[in-house]
């Protein structure tokens, strides 16, 4: 089965009589024995059949992004070397640097670097598109190389119909189901994902312990959403791409950083890595932090909001935010969502020349 077609398929009821859909299940506890929070629920099951099978492992669904990140790290014990990337999701460094562990950040443009690392690591962060630079690593290298610890991979921004982790060699996947997995804007929610039955269950130990659980209706939620990951995938890539190349071209425009086209950095790396280039389109306007935000108060269908990954396109400034120091003070980060592509631009457009 293709992944457009399973992500379609699984995680549905069999018995003759039952719905199409795996009903919300709001339930603590079962007959005979069973409570919730230790072995799951019908509705969780269902989520993580659906994205365990697209990942080529067995998942786990957490709260949110972060508790599946903070499951992951409770696996380390004190003193544990942990490498991030230099750019990476902020809610993961805090983590890291709130832990009794040693850091280093690398650039994930630095493969050299990170197989060296790897050699005493006991934890690799990854991002195969990092947040909000997009930057892209050799991760097929990094994979490859001799390692002493895990190698974990957050794959919120390819989602698995664009990158399988696992599949190169990975330990772990960690996503947030509340960018394009879930895709409305109307949950949070986290999974985990694992090949190795024994870091599999320290996971899921962890998950009973910390109580870091998935609600059922975000759970159902974000199922629902994933029945339409690939449409929605597809035409927010192609959007992305138009947008990117346009921006280009712009006066008003800096720099536009996405994977797709190929002034990046890591362009050879992407086309190499992922089957497309995602939904974020990150670029630097002229005229520095002041710049920025007059596009930010200028666009008008483009909603001026954190977070990614909805079908309503959304921007923001991240360098408005704390500790993002090392990104340049113009930099708009877009999600593009499925709005007409004129439209947005048109929307773009305008509030780049000040209209
Ligand atoms: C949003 C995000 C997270 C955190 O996920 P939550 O669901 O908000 O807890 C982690 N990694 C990346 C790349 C993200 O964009």
Redesign the pocket.
């Known amino acids: 089965m293709k992944p457009e077609t399973w992500l379609v398929q699984a995680g549905r009821p069999k018995a003759p009589g039952s719905p199409l859909n795996t009903p919300i299940v709001p339930a603590s506890n079962f007959l005979l024995g069973a409570y919730a929070r230790e072995d799951g629920t019908p509705t969780w099951a269902a989520l993580e059949e659906v994205v365990g099978g697209l990942e080529g492992g067995q998942a786990l669904a957490f709260a949110?992004?972060?508790?599946?990140?903070a499951a992951v790290f409770s696996l380390l014990p004190p003193n544990a070397r942990v490498v991030l990337p230099t750019d990476c999701?902020q809610?993961?460094v805090g983590l890291a640097e709130g832990g009794p562990w040693r850091l280093l950040r690398l650039p994930l443009g630095d493969t050299e670097a990170w197989v060296e690392a790897a050699k005493e690591a006991d934890l690799l962060w990854l991002?195969p598109i990092s947040?909000p630079l997009l930057e892209v690593p050799d991760l097929r290298a990094i994979a490859g190389a001799p390692r002493k610890g895990l190698l974990a991979v957050?794959n919120?921004?390819p989602t698995p119909l664009n990158l399988r982790p696992l599949d190169l060699g990975a330990d772990l996947v960690?996503?947030?189901?509340?960018?394009l997995l879930g895709g409305h804007s109307d949950l949070?929610?986290?999974v985990a994902v694992a090949r190795e039955e024994t870091l599999l269950e320290r996971l899921r130990r962890a998950r009973t312990l910390q109580g870091a659980t998935p609600g059922a209706l975000e759970a159902f939620l974000a199922l629902r959403g994933l029945r339409t990951l690939a449409v929605r995938l597809e035409r927010m890539q192609k959007t992305a791409q138009l947008l990117a190349e346009r921006l280009q071209a712009h006066p008003q425009v800096e720099r536009v950083l996405y994977p797709g086209l190929p002034t990046h950095p890591g362009h050879d790396r992407a086309r190499e890595l992922l089957r497309g280039f995602g939904a974020v389109v990150s670029f630097v306007v002229k005229g520095g932090a002041e710049g920025a935000d007059g596009v930010l108060g200028r666009v008008r269908l483009i909603r001026h909001a954190t977070?990614?990954?909805g079908v309503e396109s959304t921007m923001e400034r991240r360098s408005a935010l704390p500790g993002q120091g090392h990104l340049p003070p113009g930099l708009l980060r877009l999600s593009v969502g499925l709005e007409d592509p004129e439209d947005l631009w048109g929307d773009l457009k305008g509030a780049l020349e000040g209209a």
Request: glycine fraction near 16%.
């Open positions: 949110s992004g972060m508790a599946a990140a999701y809610g993961v991002e947040n957050d919120t921004f960690v996503h947030s189901a509340t960018k949070l929610l986290g977070s990614l990954g």
